[in-house]
């Protein structure tokens, strides 16, 4: 079955600093991929929808100037936490799905990341 | 915007019983409502799924409704094990013909007491 692969699965990094998960579907194109956040015993948020060639599109709330993210094939996206503080400490999962009319979606491993 | 709303939070039971969780969304648009079991740390596992074109779906012990006049649907768990203690999400998704965005509920975390 598709999958898709998440690295790194977890993360620290100091204040200010930025950081860069990646999400690569293995054996599927995907144009389009999705980036969540969970906090602690919270939901998925979406955050943004990755489309590739193209700029993501941000949900509400959500800073695109400090969650940069790139698609530039059809296999990878990426998120780049960007001057990171302690309150982006999170657990980040990437999503997709293998076309457009296929409704089935697959989950990356995610990648916790700590602030400190 | 879109929303899920998602019923109970928490949820305890008796190995044996059956478990009940609810869902409503806000998107008429909506045609496809999966429900994921997730693990601390892990991520979400497709468990079941239902399309709009139809009002229910089962597989073995699991099963789901869907009331699209209503606008909810519901996740049935019979005779409950204490390996289904988990928490446990439904979503969501849009038109397919657009990006088909996923939007998940708050979760409900199920405790099955052996």
């Known amino acids: 079955g598709a999958v898709v692969s998440q690295h790194p699965s977890w993360v620290i990094c100091k204040s200010g600093t930025s950081v860069k998960i990646e999400c690569r579907s293995l054996?599927?194109?995907?144009?389009?991929m999705f980036w969540y956040r969970q906090f602690p015993k919270q939901s998925l948020m979406l955050m943004a929808t990755?489309?590739?060639?193209?700029?993501?599109?941000?949900e509400q709330g959500v800073e695109k100037d400090k969650f940069l993210i790139n698609h530039a094939s059809l296999t990878l996206s990426t998120l780049t936490v960007t001057s990171a503080h302690p309150e982006d400490s999170s657990f980040y999962i990437c999503?997709?799905?293998?076309?457009?009319?296929?409704?089935?979606?697959?989950f990356g491993s995610g990648t916790r990341l700590t602030v400190v | 915007g879109e929303n899920v709303e998602q019923h109970p939070s928490t949820l305890s039971v008796q190995e044996g019983d059956s478990a009940v969780i609810k869902c409503t969304y806000s998107?008429?648009?909506?045609?496809?409502f999966p429900w994921y079991k997730q693990e601390l740390g892990k991520r979400p596992q497709l468990i079941i799924d239902?399309?709009?074109?139809?009002g229910e779906k089962k597989d073995q012990r699991i099963a789901v409704t869907l009331n699209k006049t209503a606008k909810h649907f519901s996740l049935h768990i019979t005779e409950t094990q204490p390996e289904d203690s988990a928490v446990y999400f439904c979503?969501?998704?849009?038109?397919?013909?657009?990006?088909?965005?996923?939007?998940f509920g708050q979760g409900t975390t199920l405790q099955v007491k052996p």
């Open positions: 999503s997709a799905r293998e076309n457009i009319g296929h409704y089935g979606y697959t």
């Open positions: 054996d599927f194109q995907a144009t389009t």
């Open positions: 990755s489309n590739e060639g193209s700029k993501a599109t941000y």
């Open positions: 998107d008429s648009a909506s045609n496809y």
């Open positions: 239902i399309r709009s074109n139809v």
């Open positions: 979503a969501a998704m849009g038109s397919i013909s657009n990006t088909g965005k996923l939007i």
